[in-house]
């Protein structure tokens, strides 16, 4: 029986350490008490509801690992640098809520398909993000490509609320159904009273965990949506060391700033 533990490595010192966290299948060992490994405090989504979420399974020299995506075209996965950090192959995940069975779409990808960005900091999480190359998906109901900021118009997000979706490192035939929740954007200011400049810097977005509505582990490299979920804004990228439910922000590397680095390796752009 494969198990999902969840651990947790800290990246930055300040008033409160933010941490990403890793899912590893690994063969019969208890689950972590600590930590539900999920979206904390969301609701069940529905097919549909966020149709550019994408699964990845990422095999490393040190075991495998979860993480998700956000499909931003037919052929092109955004998710997190420190997710594929070190990953020989990948395979993708498209067209379904749960997590076990019904893909609609999968794929395994191999180092060369793999576009991290080249200034990837992982002490700091600083341009936490990478691009896969997949073959052509078909859109669907469930398989849709979620639009990227426009060049022209400029939000910081603050006050506004968005979505964050994501499998987490869950077990279990009941918990590998998506979840989701809806949290409202923060500014980098407060975020940066709680971690500090060094980790909170402008390629940050960061959003209020009130009531332990939070990302945790292994919705690592997941969406951060508005619109009605029509405009990714964030990739998730950090949550605090004290644990998810803490209350505590969580942080995303903010889309608007790497508008020109995915554009020049997709090809893809909104004005």
Known sequence: MKLLIVFALAVAAASATPVYEKTAF???????????????????AW????????????????????????LIGSNWV????????GAHTITVYLGSVVRSNGNQYATTIHSN????HPNYNSNTLDNDVTLLWIHSVSFSGNIQAIR??????????????ATASGWGGTSGNNQDHLQYVTVQVISNSECASVYGSSTVTDNTICVSTNGGRSTCGGDSGGPLAVDNNQVLIGVTSFVAAAGCTAGLPSGFQRVSRHLDWIRGVTGIAYY
């Open 26 to 44: 690994i063969e019969d060992l208890p689950e972590s008490p600590v930590l539900g490994g999920r979206i904390t405090n969301g609701d069940y």
């Open 47 to 70: 097919d549909g509801l966020v149709p550019y979420q994408a699964g990845l399974l990422l095999s490393k020299n040190s075991g495998n690992y979860w993480c998700g995506g956000s």
């Open 78 to 85: 955004l998710t997190a640098a420190h997710c594929t950090d």
């Open 113 to 116: 398909d793999i576009h991290q």
């Open 148 to 161: 990227l900021p426009s060049f022209n118009q400029y939000s910081n997000y603050e006050g506004q609320w």
